[in-house]
């Protein structure tokens, strides 16, 4: 499978993309973000690609490879996951790891793609995205594409500077 936007393709990911998944994926700056508090090993990540391609409704996540049209090189990846199809909604995760390549619209084109994708195939109502107060890119970015602010949950996140609000956004697909 692969979905196309402007300046991005999304695509499911394959067992090739397990090194580049170990590289972000252990990478202690973003563990703050992803709320992740111990490496995974490549046996881990391989298990995780293997189980990728079973159906969206048995593992009830999926996550997508962001590349950039033209030079099919990986700047990314966008997870839905707890995705519940009798409510008809998913939550929603994205990563652009290279600092150069954040700002340059492959977010949010990768978002109006998933967007189209989960309205259209997988016949969703909504997505929804936790975000921390300090992570203004985030908010700027779901912001921009349409995500309402819904709630706030109160010291949620334990930072190093203390405790931090989480805001849940979402957005009403149809």
Partial sequence: MRLEGELVALRAVEPEDVALMYRWENDPALWRVSGTLAPFSLHQLSRFVEEQQFDIQQTRQQRLIILERGSERAVGALDLFEVDFIHRRAGLGILIYEAADRGRGYASDGLAVVERYAREVLGLHQLWCTVGVS????????????????????????????????????????
Avoid: H, V
């Fill in 135 to 174: 992570n203004a890119a985030s908010r700027r970015l779901f912001a921009a594409a349409g995500y309402a602010e819904c709630g706030t949950r109160r010291e949620w996140l334990r930072t190093p500077e203390g405790w931090e609000d989480e805001l849940l956004m979402q957005k009403i697909l149809e």
